[in-house]
């Protein structure tokens, strides 16, 4: 007997690969684009230096400086930030196809090249790939390269790490409960 007979009405993946995206699709793509490219607090290109959170949200620095001195000015989703002892600066790999005026120009955010990659993989810092921080040393790189590699010293600065160092970047609900618990624990560590 042939095995795997369906007669062919399952479709190939180039097929599938091939069919366009939808318009919700691409609205998500320009949220993910917007949440990567912007500070969390202004809503504004992100500025360096950049800092992220516990909870893996990115900030330029500076304004959230500002937004400490007046804690009334900071968003609700922001509050477990108490100083800047609660959010940890990044070293950040520049991405050498990012032009500088790049952020000047008209269209969406997701169409455009973005200033950050991994430093393992090259992998765009945009919103498409998973990106986590090391809290110890504020490294950034991709997901996949932290698992590929599967050390615990830091691909970019050689520092060790321990897995509660690791921020998801822009996680989903699932990452943000595990973020929460590390949270505490560096919290208790203090
Ligand atoms: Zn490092």
Redesign the pocket.
Known sequence: MEMGCDGGTIPRRDELVRVKKKPEAKDKDAELAFKWRCCTITQEILQEPIVVCHLGKLYSKMALIEALLDRSTLPEGCKHIKSLKDVKDL?LTVNPEFKKDEDKREGSLDNRAVPYICPVLGLEMNGKFRFVA?W????VFSERALKEIGTNT??????P?ENDDIVIINGIDEDLEIMKQRMEIRQQKK
């Open positions: 070293k090391v110890s040393c504020g490294c830091c691909h970019k600065c050689t520092k790490f």
